[in-house]
RNA sequence: GCCCCCGUAGCUCAGUAGGAUAGAGCAUCGGUUUCCUAAACCGCAGGUCGCAGGUUCGACUCCUGCCGGGGGUACCA
């Protein structure tokens, strides 16, 4: 990573200051590089007030240290470090100002020049701002949405899906080779039940024309007979033994709900713009998991218990991971080991995410922890590690109402359903608000498909929400079409523009607040993309999107003494172009961002 | 019982590798359109950051205990 310069300066005049006024305190400590600019330079903060400057560095807890008041510190070191910044160091003019301010020691940057950077590097990168090549040479996977074959597509499914499909963008934007994996379940007992109920009930045996409602339908028709006639439940277990067992017109049912669902499942994604690189599934890991329960037993880490075969994890806080129960069949865990062992060796890569409900944490804390002893007792080298490389990646749960959504019952919030509200809302207003669009139907599916995608984003991932209809179709405040709108009327203030947007502007023409803000919201951009892949939580750059578009859009409110609107672009040539290097700057950089998230960025709506 | 997550304004949430007077949106009330898209902007109001201790120069943030809500706790996924 690059250097900032301003930082850069900054913590090397801080450096000098420290030698400077406390020589044999600095003499003494600086073997442990306590007052080194790189110390500094890695402990400088961010004041969150603009007010106190673009950089600070608190001195509080070296006043003891020093034998001095933090504030008495700050003072003369300040004092030494703004000499210093003025007339030397790698980069004298960068900083304005080194001030002592309590406790702190802030630095305000020579504004012109890092407007005129900032510009110059978004206008310059365009769609490559904020991008970095950390993540070369890397690869990082991510599983999501992995929903199951033969039951709807429900809100439920709404937040892996979202949260998985930024986060693969965004590591994709880092540099990293990056895989979204769809792990369908297409394997298990309830395909027992669909067999059954699809021979007793269904249509035809063609699947032609059939849909995943009919396949509910089905489902939730078993479950009402079921209690009834238990014996149903009983040629379930042996329909899911004839599939086991590769039963030709078994296994030919199977397909054909499984393509049923793909079908529908590509519809949706497709329409909310989701990605996938490798669609794969739980049966693909059928004929897999037989070598590494040798591999485990040959480990020693397995033994039976109860009839079942399984792995003590040692370890008081977890049961023990089962990979086979008592019948002989092999489990969800066993699964997801040979999954785990299995992308390792076709991807080798620095990490693999698994964005998967917080229900199931201790699910995969087993899961790595079996990878983990056996790589301990193979005494795999370090760098091959597979297990520290595994990160589970939760979030909390859709609540919907009071009723809890079950498959069974039939009675689940269809995304499709969410969508379809969502797009048509937003149908109706642009026909209130802007009835001379041309592309009405795909405005309205960017912006309804927006406002969907951003109530799920614009929430840390670990707290639970409530899926609330007005909520989730609500267009104002903090939510998609309102980073949508803003971004429209940014394009329509380009085509209004008849000059070329260049950086080379008098970048002084933007040094009042509003823009000072907005020029500091967009040189931390690439800042909040890290924020976003090192917490795996795209809320981050949400949040900075917000901030962003509020900070434009004061400026493009602004009025002046008479109540009149400071327009952007004006009979003041300079002006104009220094505020649509602004304009183009921020426009790129919500175009981006929302890319990031998932979302697209209509030019009108 | 044990383990994990959550608890911030009336509501929904930011702020979490400790840092300066705790910020938004929604809702309420008031204002802004002869002016680049009012899906916007401005203003008023709204707080014992669940409670109690502890660590620290400094705690919404870290530690401990408690309260409240959610989830998990071997043959479902």
Redesign the pocket.
């Known amino acids: 990573m690059e250097k900032d310069k301003f930082k850069e300066q900054f913590s090397g005049s801080l450096s000098f200051a420290f030698q400077k006024v406390y020589p044999e305190k600095y003499a003494e400590l600086g073997r442990q590089q306590v007052f080194s600019a790189d110390f500094i330079y890695e402990n400088l903060?961010k004041?969150?007030?603009p007010?106190?400057?673009r950089f600070?560095f608190?001195v509080?807890?070296y006043?003891?240290l020093l034998g001095d008041k933090?504030t008495d510190v700050a003072l003369k070191v300040a004092r030494e470090a703004a000499a210093h910044a003025r007339s030397s160091g790698p980069h004298p003019d960068v900083l304005t100002d080194c001030i002592a301010?309590?406790?702190?020691i802030?630095a305000r940057t020579n504004f012109e020049m890092e407007a005129g950077e900032t510009l110059d590097a978004v206008l310059t990168g365009r769609s490559t701002y904020g991008s970095s090549q950390e993540g070369k040479g890397r690869t990082v996977l991510v599983e999501y949405s992995s929903p199951?074959i033969a039951k709807p597509f429900g809100v439920g499914h709404l937040r892996t899906t979202i949260l998985g499909n930024s986060l693969r963008r965004i590591f994709r934007k880092l540099g990293y080779e990056s895989v979204g994996i769809n792990y369908l379940?297409d394997?298990?007992?309830?395909f027992g039940k669909m067999i059954v109920a699809w021979q007793k009930w269904g249509r035809g045996k063609s699947g032609a024309g059939e849909t995943v409602s009919d396949l509910v339908e089905l489902y939730v028709k078993y479950h009402q007979e079921a209690e009834e006639d238990p014996s149903l439940d009983e040629r379930a277990r042996q329909a899911f033994k004839g599939l086991e067992d590769a039963d030709p017109e078994i296994t030919d049912l199977w397909e054909t709900f499984r393509d049923i669902s793909l079908a529908e499942f590509k519809r949706v994604y497709d329409f909310m713009g989701v990605e996938f690189d490798w669609i794969t599934g739980?049966a693909f890991l059928n004929d897999k998991m037989e070598a590494v329960i040798e591999r485990l037993e040959k480990a020693g880490l397995t033994s039976l218990?109860?009839?079942?075969l399984?792995v003590d994890l040692k370890d008081?806080?977890l049961?023990?991971c089962?990979l086979?129960?008592?019948?002989g069949?092999?489990?969800?865990?066993t699964?997801d080991i040979t999954g785990l062992l299995y992308r390792w060796d076709r991807y080798h890569f620095h990490e693999a995410l698994y964005v998967v409900a917080?229900?199931?944490?201790?699910?995969f804390k087993q899961v790595f922890k079996v990878v983990q002893l056996l790589e301990e007792s193979e005494q795999v080298p370090a760098e091959e590690r597979v297990a520290e490389r595994a990160r589970h990646i939760?979030f909390?749960?859709v609540k919907f109402g009071e009723k809890?959504m079950s498959t069974r019952r039939g009675n689940v919030v269809l995304l499709d359903d969410v969508i379809n509200q969502a797009v048509e809302l937003?149908r109706d207003?642009?026909r209130e608000?802007?009835p001379d669009l041309k592309s009405i139907d795909e405005?309205a599916r960017i912006?309804g498909v927006g406002a969907v995608l951003f109530s799920q984003l614009?929430?840390?991932r670990?707290?639970?929400?409530?899926f609330v209809w007005d909520?989730v179709l609500?267009?104002?405040?903090?939510?998609g079409?309102?980073l949508q709108?803003?971004h429209?009327?940014l394009?329509?203030?380009l085509?209004?523009y008849p000059e070329k947007v260049t950086p080379k502007v008098e970048v002084s023409k933007l040094d009042r607040e509003e823009e000072r803000r907005v020029i500091e919201l967009l040189a931390d951009f690439p800042e909040a993309v890290r924020d976003g892949a090192?917490?795996y939580?795209p809320?981050?750059i949400a949040?900075h999107l917000?901030r962003l578009?509020?900070a434009f859009?004061?400026v493009?409110?602004?009025?002046d003494e008479q109540?009149?609107?400071?327009?952007?672009?004006s009979q003041d040539g300079a002006l104009s172009a220094a505020r649509m290097a602004l304009v183009r700057s921020v426009q790129i950089v919500i175009g981006e961002g929302l890319d990031l998230l998932g979302l697209k960025a209509?030019?009108?709506?």
């Open positions: 903060e004041p969150r007030d007010a106190h400057g600070a608190p509080f807890r006043g003891k933090p301010a309590g406790g702190f802030n199951n379940g394997w298990g007992t309830q739980e218990s109860e009839g079942a399984i008081p806080q049961p023990p089962l086979r129960k008592a019948d069949a092999t489990l969800y865990a699964r917080s229900a199931q944490s201790d699910h939760d909390g749960w809890t937003a207003k642009i608000k802007n405005t912006i614009s929430v840390r670990q707290k639970d929400v409530n909520e609500n267009f104002e405040g903090e939510t079409p309102y709108y803003t429209a009327r394009c329509s203030l085509r209004n090192r917490n939580e809320n981050h949040t917000l578009a509020g859009n004061k493009y409110q602004r009025k109540g009149r609107i400071d327009k952007i672009i209509p030019q009108e709506m």
